[in-house]
């Protein structure tokens, strides 16, 4: 059985030696003008049939792809086309079929080119925030502990526990990582993900470490599902997947034996490898944590090299959900794909974008299971990254291949050049750019070239795409701060500030859309009387 980056090669040696059958640019089809325009013509008779529903969300569900700009996006999709043998330009993903759509800006309060955590404080909790601060408002400032313990500022996590909802987290890095963090932490450092990391002023101010936090503070958290598990084990304890690693608390806790202690009596599980995962029934399970890796779970191109196993990202959104949809006032779920962005940091293009299609995998899980009725699910990003693709490349050239030697670029150096490229970067190489020919471009672990050397590529400032469907989604439209897409979550569902004001406002609305006024009544009267006679 070949592997997933065997599988790509080898479509894309099919690809090029079929040029003119598959991968023609211009199919006889799409020579017509009948076929756009017919295609036009359905998209427009779909926007036409749309019906905003404007019920109360029961369920949010918000999926995160961590660094998934509208490069990347777009990436993603050819590279999903190409996988299935076709151009990839015309593909869909599962987010591309959410009919409503819109785009937020994404700095910081104090910067233009905004990192995870303040991002993730603006798209939870509905403020934006300064770099690398966490759960906290515009007050605190990087590494201001004090600050931190007056500006916490709420998460749509929270509201939802505190509306009766489940809730729950799925993600690919470390559970105490920025994205996931936002959801139940406060920190002036998004750092301070262990005690180790917390300086002892901080500490003894009465700032404590996301781990902790967690664990303490949120024992109401249904399911937890990612990496990171030696940020809640001490120093003297020994991985049960590594051997040779430990954990990284100095306080001596285990927090995972707290955490499984705390759920006494409850139907709690841990796990932390596959086989555990895949046996946990959701109907007998109410609380379940699971983390995968000591840091960061694997990318999704190396999970079989994984001797422990570990879930997909579909695999725990599913799960998830089985569990969380058992309350009948609804949930909240926060589902990320952060390999996305690590990927990028380190240039590796196959990486980050075959994550990109397991967060798409995901998605369609999400869509597949639950009421759209009944649940907005929200797909966006926190930022993009320093990731482009062009040069001219012919219809169907493979995304993660070289752009072929036509003419049409006029290349200074004369040398080929990768469909995809990065700003900055580990891929600049002093003394010019490196001879790619015979290089295979799409192996998992090449380092795309950039322009400026950085020992990792740095984000993006540019806006990122919202896409949603469900109550409310329609509220996506247009340019909006990134803070609107917490406010639109919370509106939806009649949370936090909004839980009096929207109730009332869609109980009156839907009121009046079935009532009769006494004009129509009447008309209504003399029209079946004049029937009868």
């Not at 059958?21 to 006889?28: H, K, L, N, P, Y």
């Not at 936002?182 to 917390?198: C, F």
């Not at 929200?378 to 050239?397: E, I, K, N």
């Not at 295979?440 to 050397?453: C, F, G, H, L, M």
Request: glycine letters at 10%; one cysteine or more; hydrophobic letters at 40%.
């Amino acid at each position: 059985m070949f592997g997933a980056p065997v599988k790509f090669v080898l479509v894309v040696a099919a690809c090029w030696s079929s040029w003119a059958a598959i991968c023609s640019s211009q199919t006889d089809e799409e020579k017509r003008p009948e076929y756009w325009n017919d295609q036009a013509w359905r998209d427009i008779q779909d926007v036409l049939n749309l019906q905003p529903k404007t019920g109360v969300a029961k369920n949010l569900v918000l999926f995160l792809g961590d660094g998934m700009g509208v490069s990347t996006v777009t990436a993603g999709r050819i590279l999903k086309g190409q996988l299935a043998g076709r151009t990839g330009e015309e593909e869909l993903l599962e987010m591309d079929k959410l009919p409503y759509s819109a785009l937020v800006k994404t700095y910081n309060v104090d910067r233009q080119t905004g990192d995870s955590a303040a991002t993730a404080t603006a798209y939870l909790s509905g403020v934006k925030a300064n770099y690398e601060t966490l759960g906290v408002d515009g007050t605190v400032t990087y590494d201001d502990c004090a600050a931190s313990l007056t500006g916490k500022v709420k998460s749509v996590l929270r509201h939802a526990h505190d509306a009766g909802k489940s809730t729950g987290i799925v993600v690919t890095s470390r559970i105490t990582h920025a994205t996931p963090a936002a959801t139940y932490a406060y920190a002036a450092n998004r750092a301070w993900e262990h005690d180790g990391k917390v300086p002892t002023e901080a500490q003894s101010l009465g700032c404590t470490d996301i781990a902790l936090q967690l664990v303490e503070d949120n024992p109401f958290i249904n399911v937890i599902l990612g990496g990171g598990r030696a940020y809640f084990t001490n120093t003297n304890q020994t991985d049960p997947e590594y051997p040779d690693q430990k954990g990284f608390r100095t306080d001596g806790r285990d927090l995972i034996q707290e955490w499984t202690d705390g759920k006494a009596g409850s139907a709690a599980q841990y796990v932390w490898r596959k086989a555990e995962f895949d046996q946990v029934d959701p109907a007998e399970t109410d609380f379940l944590m699971g983390l995968f890796e000591p840091s960061h779970m694997q990318y999704s191109l190396d999970t079989e090299n994984d001797t422990a196993g570990e879930p997909t990202i579909a695999a725990m959104t599913t799960k998830a959900l089985q569990i969380l949809t058992k309350n009948p006032k609804g949930f909240f779920l926060l589902v990320e794909g952060s390999k996305i962005d690590l990927g990028h940091h380190d240039s590796k293009a196959a990486h980050a974008l075959h994550d990109v299609i397991a967060f798409d995998d995901a998605i369609a899980v999400a869509t597949g299971m639950l009421d759209l009725d009944e649940t907005l699910i929200t797909v966006t990003a926190d930022h993009s990254h320093m990731f482009g693709f062009g040069g001219y490349a012919p219809r169907g050239t493979p995304i993660l291949g070289l752009v072929p030697d036509d003419g049409e670029n006029i290349v200074l150096d004369n040398m080929r050049f990768t469909n995809i490229l990065y700003g900055n970067g580990p891929g600049f190489r002093q003394g010019g750019r490196q001879n790619l020919t015979g290089v295979n471009t799409a192996d998992k672990d090449y380092i795309q070239q950039s322009a400026v050397p950085m020992k990792w590529e740095s984000h993006g400032g540019e806006d990122v795409s919202v896409f949603a469907d469900g109550p409310m989604a329609h509220l996506f439209r247009g340019l909006h701060e990134q803070v609107y897409v917490a406010h639109v979550m919370k509106y939806a569902a009649c949370l936090g500030e909004y839980a009096e004001k929207c109730q009332t406002s869609r109980t009156a609305s839907a009121a009046d859309k079935h009532s009769w006024s006494g004009f129509t009544i009447v008309s209504t009267l003399l029209l079946i009387k004049a029937i009868i006679n």
